[in-house]
């Protein structure tokens, strides 16, 4: 249930704890130093995998060389590694215990231009510490930006004017679409930090780049502007969208509005390595879940919602004594749920009272809400890296407005559209990349 932020310029890497009390210099908690260690200053994906949280990062200005860091929340221990030789890692998604990534060609700022003019996406084992396979899916594209995979498993990501699926199995590129010339000869620098979801519960792309949140059709790849302006944006767990540009954040709704999604745990205690039982609910029709125990980091296994988008999951327990948890990982939009339960030693009787009906979190402010189990069931979103070019207040003015965001704190919502409206032109200063 732990939230990392990335900052820049320092490259550090903080471990925040919604369930604790804020308070300097222990909650959040610094945990990394990237720049010390690594010279790598923008922390610009992040993403858990298995038992790594994996952090791909552009290098300190005037630098040659991002990379890829594995921390093993567990013990701690770190490991970095070039993974595609002068190029920085801007994207990762991992899904099947393997790690995929999308790089930009440009390094730190001020340093020289890059020899290379074909971004990369590839594909990682974090267990065995090595690249499977990497793909120039697009010649002459410098820069991609996040990835999502669709209920088929297939691959998704993006420039700022391309999009683009991949069939991972066979690293091979299944369709594309050309949406427009970008100046990458003429640019000193590009790390597409756009946003890139599939909506589970209509199926289409969308993504957030140049400036404007788009919406694609994945059969025709036909795309159309529904709002402006944007620089960030994600799918929340209540069905909403949220979109951020500068000081002000926006709550988007794609046409009616959706059921929260929830998750009940059957039991509040169960044995060791006993049966437990997770109802999902308020999800898209035929939507792939990853359901992994923590903080054992072991995959339960994954499932499709049925066409309500409902499903149930048994699973055993957890071994190790003590409060475990199941974390849900929607694998199109990479939002996170958890649910927790105390797993007891065999032979001492479980609480197997009848479960409490949760509340209605549509009716609150936060993403989190109270659990069939009477536990808290939390809400998030991927972890989050805030990065910038002005300098470290403008960062962690990023960093924490949108930590509130996720957390649950209502920042701003100065208006709602419905969907299919076209652009919205608002004025802007800021030029997009």
Known sequence: GALYVGTYPGGDVYRYDPRQPAEAGVNPIRVLRLYEDYHQSRPFAMVSAGKYLAIGTVPANGTRGGG?????????EVFFDEVIEGQSVVGLAFRDGVLYGTTSVYSGVGGPRPTETDAVVFAYDVDNRQKLWQLAPLPGEGAFGEIAFDAGGKLWSHSPMTVFRIDVENAEVEASRNYGSYPWDTIDYAYVGSRLWIDPYNGDLYTVTQGAMWVVDTETLDRVRTFRPASYGFLHNNGAIYLARDPQVWEYWAGDERATAIVALRDESVEQGAEQTIELSGFGPGELLELWSRPDAV???????????SASFTFDASMQLGEATVQITRVSTRGLLTARYDVVETGVPPNTEPPIHPTDPAGSDGPGSPGA?????DSEQSALAATGADGAPYAWGAVFALLALIIGTKLATSRRMV???????LPTNEPDL
């Open 68 to 76: 890829l860091t594995l921390v093993d929340t567990e013990t701690g």
């Open 373 to 377: 189990s009477g536990r808290a069931v």
């Open 419 to 425: 969907a299919r409206r076209r652009g919205i032109d």
């Open 299 to 309: 995959l339960l296994g994954t499932v499709n919602a049925d066409e309500q988008g």
